[in-house]
């Protein structure tokens, strides 16, 4: 371990601690112990997350030990902390909950797959810590619980007790920090629970690849009736949850999976669904999976008739649910295909208007696509931003990433060329012009064009070369009006405008791709890219 003291624990005699606890008594817990929780109309565990509403990226870190180190790709994601630095945060938290009058502890499991699931045991001092974390970790049967021994990994989550500024490393009184030689995750600090959702998915994404062999992804993934397994890539807003929820085909899980010799197996054992705009008619298999035993975090409800107002940002634009994933009717369950997957979608909603709605990926153009992993956001009213902005985000996932993008990239086109994937890059955005000029490409439409990828259609249609990109656009797609599948056929401005939006684009994934080129692997797949 590479420290001599002998390391303090939970004092499990002076603490009243609250083993696997019941969603009743957390729900009791909660309501008399802990400020801002109610009970919503539907049943569900109303909650508040203190001061942060989100995660704290900057403030994550991971322990520089020499069991790890030469792995993990350091830079602005992963910075480094000494692990004495991580001792004294972890003693903080420890005295913390040690001082509690009650603490709860949970063990569940983090992947589907027996042979590469882990242990993960979460100590915490909040009923809706617990209760999230019941619903986003797999919960063992009485049977598995009886064996379960030691846990992989523990998470000492005491968020609501900061962090000291003065300790070397600090930056805030916000602290996540995880030890991947010790095999523990310290939270202080911060109450927002998506912090222990992302810390496993981190642990994952370090473990499943260097000790197992077996590909981490921050994707989507359903199964259609004939066993045929479709993966959805995608950032914040693309869709990446609404079109995986698909009532002809079975829901693997909507956010983390891992893709092993063996098939495809969902991380997680439940759903965290962004809740703002949420309505029956939009989404009705996440409207109704928000009853007793989900947990709602900071959303505005009326006081009398304990109503959500899903439409209300006040306290936050993320406000979210966390519910099991058997509260989704059509989920597969145990959620895990010994299929492997047939189609590769990577969503980008493109707020330029200048990608099109579908195109057919090769495999070198595919792993370009994945690293650059670009979305653009619509300008933000706030700060007068007046035209999108693009963002990339490696592995469309780069805060959890440990390893280079690179790495992750290599193991998707070896899977996909061994096991015969399509891969295709479908715009959720913006058509006939940029935002504000253009409009949304309809979701009816982005359903349709699923349809047509996973009928197979596509698969043999008759294809036309996009300039610049050079991405190949299908001629028709049944259900789309064809005018729709090449951006320059609807773009509502000249043709001027229309080259000069395109290239600039084409010049921000140029740009971005830059990070990357010191890499071999990165290097040999830029001549997929954007050529200009």
């Known amino acids: 371990m590479g420290h001599d003291k002998e390391l303090f624990d939970i004092d499990y ?3 009243a601690i609250q083993w696997q606890p019941s969603v009743a008594q957390l729900y009791e817990d909660a309501l008399k112990y802990e400020t801002g929780s109610a009970i919503s109309s539907a049943g569900a565990l109303i909650t508040a997350s203190g001061t942060k509403k989100g995660r704290s990226p900057k403030d994550k870190r991971i322990v520089d030990e020499p069991s790890s180190s030469k792995d993990v790709w350091w830079g602005p994601v992963n910075q480094k902390l000494p692990e004495h630095v991580f001792l004294i945060n972890r003693e903080r938290a420890i005295d913390y909950l040690n001082t509690r009058s009650r603490i709860y502890v949970f063990d ?7 042979k590469y699931r882990i242990k993960v045991r979460v100590v915490c001092a909040r009923a809706y810590h617990t209760l999230f974390m019941q619903n986003m970790l797999i919960r063992p049967t009485a049977e598995e619980l009886k064996d379960f021994g030691q846990p992989d990994f523990t998470i000492y989550n005491a968020g609501t007790f900061p962090a000291n500024r003065y300790t070397t490393g600090m ?39 260097t000790k197992h062999n077996v590909l981490s992804l921050h994707s989507s993934a359903n199964e259609g009736p004939d066993g045929d397994v479709s993966l959805f890539f995608g950032l914040s807003g693309t869709g990446k949850t609404t079109l995986s929820a698909d009532p002809k085909r079975f829901l693997i899980g909507d956010d983390e999976h891992c893709w092993s010799d063996d098939g495809i197996f969902n991380i997680e054992g439940g759903c965290y669904a962004k809740c703002i705009g949420l309505s029956e008619e939009k989404e009705p298999e996440i409207f109704n999976a928000i009853r007793f035993g989900s947990v709602l975090e900071n959303v505005v409800y009326d006081p009398k008739t304990r109503i959500v107002n899903y439409n209300d940002n006040s306290l936050t634009e993320n406000t979210r649910c966390a519910y099991p994933i058997e509260y989704i009717p059509n989920a597969k369950i145990p959620c895990i295909s010994s299929s492997h997957p047939k189609n590769i979608i990577l969503l980008t909603c493109d707020a330029y208007g200048v990608l099109p709605p579908v195109s057919k990926l090769s495999s070198a153009q595919a792993m370009y696509h994945f690293i650059a992993g670009y979305t653009a956001k619509i300008a933000g009213t706030e700060d007068g931003v007046t035209e999108p902005q693009a963002t990339f985000s490696a592995c469309f996932g780069q805060p959890f990433l440990v390893l280079h993008p690179a790495r992750y990239a290599r193991m998707l086109a070896d899977k996909m060329d061994h096991h015969a994937a399509d891969a295709w890059l479908v715009n959720t955005g913006w058509n006939g012009g940029a935002y504000g000029v253009g409009e949304r490409i309809a979701l009816k439409y982005s359903r349709a064009i699923l349809d047509a990828i996973h009928s197979g259609e596509l698969a043999t249609a008759e294809y036309e070369n996009y ?65 200009l």
């Open 171 to 209: 930056t805030s009184t916000t602290s996540v920090a995880i030890n991947f030689n010790m095999r523990e995750m310290v939270i202080l600090g911060t109450e927002y629970a998506g912090e222990m959702k992302k810390g496993i998915f981190t642990v994952m994404h370090y473990l499943m690849p």
């Open 13 to 15: 005699e002076r603490v």
């Open 108 to 114: 569940g499991f983090a992947g589907w797959d027996p």
């Open 467 to 531: 300039d610049v990109f050079n991405l190949k656009i299908p001629k028709k797609v049944s259900g789309v009006p064809s005018e729709l599948l090449h951006p320059q056929t609807t773009w509502k401005g000249s043709k001027s405008e229309y080259i000069a939006t395109r290239n600039k684009l084409a010049t921000q994934f140029i740009e971005n791709f830059k990070t990357y080129q010191e890499d071999p692997t990165a290097a040999a797949v830029i001549s997929a890219g954007p050529v």
